[in-house]
């Protein structure tokens, strides 16, 4: 069993900045791809940005050049930068992860959500 803590979110007033983290701790084999989504309202769930295990990234075309995605292998972390925030990316935001476990026997490729996280960006 893997476990997702989310942390960072909050009110931010427009064009603010906000840094959310994700630690995964548990049985982990290996972290692969890491994602953050995130839902408004009334909306539904959307990718907001991919981490590959190679580093790779991938962004919504909503957010690319305000937020940026990282990870901290060693710490099982990953991390979204969030900058010249918008009224319009207020969301809970959720922690994705791919993760290879093993039981010492075998090996299993699962995947996990976080608890969420709220973000307001209002003035």
């Known amino acids: 069993q893997v476990q997702l803590v989310e942390s960072g979110g909050g009110l931010v007033q427009p064009g603010g900045s906000l840094r959310l983290s994700c630690v995964a701790s548990g049985n982990i084999y290996r972290l692969n791809t890491m994602a953050w989504y995130r839902q408004a309202p009334g909306q539904q769930r959307e990718l907001v940005a991919t981490?590959?295990?190679?580093?790779?990234?991938n962004y919504a075309d909503s957010v690319k050049g305000r937020f940026t995605i990282s990870r901290d292998n060693a710490k099982n972390a990953v991390y979204l930068q969030m900058n010249s925030l918008k009224p319009e990316d207020t969301a809970n935001y959720y922690c994705y992860v791919e993760v290879t476990t093993s039981n010492g026997i075998r090996f299993s490729e699962d995947n996990y959500w976080g608890q969420g996280t709220q973000v307001i960006v209002s003035s």
């Open positions: 981490i590959t295990g190679g580093g790779s990234t």
